[in-house]
C-alpha cells in the first residue's frame, strides 16, 4: 500500500502545482513523484521556463513565425531551445511544420 494519495497528487500536478509545491503539500521527493507520475500516464511539463513565455513560443512556431533563429530572438532565447520545443511539439502532435 502507497504512503501518498497518488489520484490527489496527481490531480493537483494536472491543476498546474510544481512538483516541488507538490513536494511541500504532500511530503514525496521530487524524482519519484515525477517518475510515478509519467508511470501513471501523466504528460509532465518542461522544466525552466515559464509558462507565459513557453505560450510565447508554441504559438509562434504554430503560426510559422520565422526561421528558429528569428523566434529565439523574439522570444529571447536560444536556438536550440526553439529547436527542442518544435521536437516536443512534433512529437506530441501539436505541430506540423516550421520553417529552417
Known amino acids: 500500500m502507497s504512503a501518498y494519495d497518488w489520484t490527489a497528487i496527481r490531480a493537483a500536478y494536472e491543476g498546474g502545482a510544481s512538483l516541488y509545491a507538490i513536494k511541500a503539500r504532500f511530503g514525496c521527493d521530487v524524482p ?32 510559422n513565425a520565422g526561421t528558429l533563429a528569428e523566434i529565439a530572438e523574439r522570444c529571447g532565447v536560444s536556438e536550440s531551445t526553439v529547436s527542442r520545443t518544435r521536437a516536443e511539439l512534433r512529437h506530441s502532435d501539436r505541430l506540423v511544420e516550421v520553417r529552417w
Do not use: E
Not at 513557453?54 to 512556431?61: G, I, K, T
Open 32 to 63: 519519484h513523484t515525477s517518475r510515478k507520475l509519467r508511470r501513471m500516464g501523466v504528460t509532465m511539463r518542461p522544466r525552466g521556463r515559464p509558462t507565459k513565455a513557453r505560450d510565447r513560443l508554441v504559438a509562434l512556431l504554430a503560426a
